[in-house]
């Protein structure tokens, strides 16, 4: 089974550009998570979608992200413009649904530096 | 509200057992995690505990206290590749999936 894919793995931008990350769930897989690592801490939840329907984006900054994911499968998540404190990675999940304890599959991230 | 508690830091014995415990505050429950991160790679999962009791899995084990909002992860024979930092997860309810601050485990030899 081929895992999650995100890209580019690796972005530096200057404050104040834009930037977009790309996201391919695990085949078949309904939901999809944006998450955000700061060196040091947990991940934290940006949005989470369920096929290509929202259904948690509280902690999403969104008058600077956006994320979408059409046709319930890729997905995309936008900073504009990008501020020095959005250098983090940027973990996409997914996950079967269903089962109590389907746990998360997690791409390898991208590591955004905004200086 | 909903929280999970973790220690930031521990350092343990190449060969010795280590045990890291967390607890959670949650609004309903589904169930806890664990999984492992290595430094600069994603986070894969270790284990799921919904129910009471001790979870065996090889080396790894994974204890759970719902009356006490309580986990612990119990790690045996520890190798050097066992550093990394250590993510305690509790879904609550609505399938809302809360991440703790993750403890580093540094193994020495």
């Known amino acids: 089974e081929a895992g999650v894919a995100q890209s580019p793995r690796y972005k530096i931008i200057e404050k104040r550009q834009s930037v977009a990350f790309w996201c391919n769930p695990i085949s078949g897989h309904a939901t999809l998570y944006w998450y955000q690592q700061i060196l040091g801490q947990g991940p934290k939840l940006l949005i989470q979608f369920q096929n290509n329907g929202v259904v948690d984006d509280s902690q999403l900054p969104k008058d600077r992200f956006s994320a979408e994911r059409l046709k319930g499968v890729d997905s995309t998540l936008k900073i504009q413009p990008a501020k020095l404190e959005d250098s983090a990675v940027y973990l996409c999940a997914s996950e079967s649904s269903g089962a109590l304890g389907s746990p998360l599959h997690f791409g390898n991230g991208t590591r955004l530096t905004v200086t | 509200g909903q929280n999970i508690d973790q220690p930031t830091e521990m350092t343990a014995t190449e060969g010795a057992i280590v045990q890291i415990n967390c607890t959670y505050q949650?609004?309903?429950?589904?169930?806890l995690f664990w999984y492992q991160q290595h430094a600069g790679e994603a986070p894969t999962f270790l284990s799921y505990n919904v129910l009471d009791g001790l979870e065996e899995k090889g080396r790894f084990s994974s204890f759970l206290s719902r009356s006490k909002g309580y986990s612990y992860l119990l790690l045996k024979e520890l190798q050097m590749k066992d550093s990394a930092s250590y993510l305690c997860v509790a879904r609550g309810g609505g399938f809302k999936t809360i991440f703790g601050a993750g403890t580093r485990l540094f193994v020495k030899a």
């Open positions: 949650t609004s309903g429950f589904n169930g």
